[in-house]
């Protein structure tokens, strides 16, 4: 379980405030834990399953199959698995990193993250294998986490992994938004965009997702395998126009988007039998983390879940609110969202550290301000890091180490420039994915 003192970096050690924030930033994760997100939609009264409400009578389910997809998916799995433990059922696993415990009946299979490997591609194989020639008596169970789009892959024929790798690599370059991302995965992929639920028809789906998107958008959250995609292939091929990407990726993926069957969209009725349920997201973690500070005597404002874009850019709008801030003292201001990096450089780093270090220079000098920037998976791009931490006496620190922050800026090397201050967050993987989160203190 992560705990406050997980969040403790030099300055939060040394800051009067800093073990309050710590406390702040442990209560929005808490609050996202995947067991009790799965727990709070889901009851067990005898031989009825109550799902967000909606009934399901277990006397008249054939078999039921369970697939766990996402870097929240081993706790979802396990409470569900506990409510079902007098029942055969049949499941897979599909995380970033293996459980502790695996559930009775379950199968165990890595994919990879964030770039699909041969394991993610095996892992879409034997989800097709779990899935398919379900009757209609029968019901699947999903329980989707972030991650999900590149855990798990089955491309269409004609698509290879090395043209599905190049082409994510190319679209994470140049800045891409998640969502356009996943626009194409769902049109590349026999398992996303509804895939997974056309493939399950005619038996019952439900699937509870912990969500990792800006606004939600069931169709985005691990590209959406159980649900309708409003998306078109004229859509995914524009994104690629967009990019300047045609003539850059492999021909074998403009023949997809040309040839392949559209997506199962929204008002089929292949969704009757299908339902999708919200259990966790950014706005709720952020609220919860609201209410910590209030406990802690900060004035707590919520600035919204849709901060997108440049991460440096992001990091300069929220310098500078923060900088103009005419709340109360002390408050907390908390953003959500979820930004980009276009990497120009060759260095370390995520994007919640180069929106950090981004604001290094508009807070320096500031007396009693203090940011975090926080991946609430505890994992920010390919670092052990999960963010970092900065407060206007930052410029000055790194400024006695010969650091510069536009020189790690230049390089996309926010990581280095961190760790040399010891402001890195490293709480280690949270089991929890829901986006990032800012926090702004004036004290």
Same mark, same amino acid.
């Given at each position: 379980m992560i705990r406050p003192e997980s969040f403790l970096t030099h300055t939060l050690r040394h800051h009067p405030h800093g073990q309050a924030v710590a406390r702040i930033l442990c209560a929005a994760i808490q609050a996202v834990e995947p067991g009790a997100a799965v727990r709070r939609f889901v009851q067990r009264e005898g031989d009825s399953l109550f799902v967000n409400g909606q009934e399901y009578h277990l006397d008249e389910i054939g078999q039921i199959r369970v697939l766990g997809l996402g870097k929240a998916s081993a706790a979802m799995t396990s409470s569900l698995a506990d409510l079902l433990s007098d029942r055969a059922t049949r499941g897979l696993l599909i995380p970033k990193q293996a459980p502790v415990q695996l559930p009775s009946g379950f199968d165990l299979h890595l994919g990879g993250h964030p770039i699909p490997d041969?394991?993610?591609?095996?892992?879409?194989?034997?989800?097709?294998?779990? +899935?398919?020639?379900?009757?209609?008596?029968? !019901?699947?169970?999903?329980?989707?986490?972030? @991650?999900?789009?590149?855990?798990? *892959?089955?491309?269409?024929? @004609?698509?290879?992994?090395?043209?599905?790798?190049?082409?994510?690599?190319?679209?994470?370059?140049?800045g891409a938004r998640v969502d356009e991302i996943n626009t194409l995965r769902r049109h590349l992929d026999q398992l996303k965009g509804g895939g997974l639920a056309r493939l399950a028809s005619p038996a019952r789906v439900v699937s509870l997702i912990l969500s990792d998107v800006v606004g939600n958008p069931l169709e985005a959250i691990a590209s959406g395998p159980t649900a309708p995609d409003p998306s078109t292939r004229e859509d995914a091929i524009g994104i690629l126009e967009k990019y300047a990407l045609l003539e850059k990726i492999p021909k074998a993926i403009i023949e997809c988007l040309e040839t392949v069957p559209e997506t199962p969209k929204p008002g089929e009725t292949l969704f009757e039998r299908v339902q999708n349920v919200i259990v966790g997201s950014n706005a709720l973690a952020a609220e919860s983390a609201q209410r910590q500070a209030r406990s802690e005597g900060f004035y707590p404002v919520w600035l919204g879940d849709d901060w997108q874009g440049e991460a440096r850019e992001v990091g300069q709008k929220l310098s500078q609110r923060l900088k103009s801030a005419s709340e109360a003292r002390p408050?907390?201001? !908390?953003?959500?969202?979820?930004? +980009?990096? +276009?990497?120009?450089?060759?260095?370390?780093?995520? %994007?919640?550290?180069?929106?950090?270090?981004?604001?290094?220079?508009?807070?320096?000098?500031?007396?009693?301000?203090?940011?975090?920037?926080?991946? *609430?998976? =505890?994992?920010? =791009?390919?670092?052990?890091?999960?963010?970092?931490?900065? *407060?206007?006496? *930052?410029?000055?620190?790194?400024?006695?180490? @010969?650091?510069?922050?536009?020189?790690?800026?230049?390089?996309?090397?926010?990581?280095?420039?961190? %760790?040399?201050?010891?402001?890195?967050?490293?709480?280690?993987?949270?089991? +929890?994915?829901?986006?990032?989160? !800012?926090?702004?203190?004036?004290?």
């Open positions: 041969e394991n993610s591609l095996s892992a879409g194989q034997k989800a097709f294998d779990l +899935t398919n020639w379900l009757y209609e008596s029968d !019901i699947l169970l999903c329980l989707l986490s972030g @991650g999900g789009s590149a855990l798990m *892959t089955l491309p269409h024929p @004609g698509v290879s992994l090395d043209d599905l790798r190049a082409l994510t690599a190319s679209l994470l370059a140049c408050f907390c201001l !908390i953003a959500g969202g979820e930004t +980009t990096v +276009t990497l120009r450089g060759g260095g370390h780093g995520g %994007r919640n550290q180069e929106l950090a270090l981004a604001s290094v220079r508009e807070l320096a000098g500031m007396d009693d301000v203090l940011l975090v920037s926080l991946a *609430t998976d =505890g994992e920010d =791009g390919p670092t052990d890091a999960a963010g970092a931490v900065v *407060t206007g006496k *930052t410029f000055q620190r790194g400024r006695e180490l @010969g650091l510069a922050p536009e020189s790690f800026l230049d390089e996309n090397d926010s990581y280095n420039y961190f %760790r040399e201050l010891d402001d890195l967050l490293r709480p280690g993987p949270t089991g +929890t994915n829901v986006n990032d989160l !800012i926090f702004c203190f004036g004290f």
